[in-house]
Nanobody, 116 residues
Framework: QVRLVESGGGLVQAGDSLRLSCSAP????????MGWYREPPGNTRDLVAS????????YYEDSVKGRFTISRDNAKNMVYLQMNDLKPEDTAVYYC?????????WGPGTQVTVSS
């Protein structure tokens, strides 16, 4: 059974930084494009950033461009989301994700709360 685990969330003030981490014991991340999604209270779960297998082709949602950086360490089977200059509108549960040919896989998420 695939189990993703996110960590690194917390309560911070506007302008602060956080680094989220994602791991999946037993899963070889090297085979998948990885993504970070977020789900604000009362809203849908949307893609924030994704990274290609080799780490060279990344996507960022417009509101986080220049503030968030997605990265991966294939040797450690880890994916990260560095979040700088956090804003109250970044408050959400953040989820790590990858998909194979059959389905998508999610962790339980990590809460990020940004106070003004």
């Amino acid at each position: 059974q695939v189990r993703l685990v996110e960590s690194g969330g917390g309560l911070v003030q506007a302008g602060d930084s956080l680094r989220l981490s994602c791991s999946a014991p037993g899963v070889n991340f090297n085979r998948y494009r990885m993504g970070w999604y977020r789900e604000p209270p009362g809203n849908t779960r949307d893609l924030v950033a994704s990274i290609s297998i080799g780490g060279r082709t990344n996507y960022y949602e417009d509101s986080v461009k220049g503030r968030f950086t997605i990265s991966r360490d294939n040797a450690k089977n880890m994916v990260y989301l560095q979040m700088n200059d956090l804003k109250p509108e970044d408050t959400a549960v953040y989820y790590c994700n990858f998909s194979d040919r059959l389905t998508g896989y999610w962790g339980p998420g990590t809460q990020v709360t940004v106070s003004s």
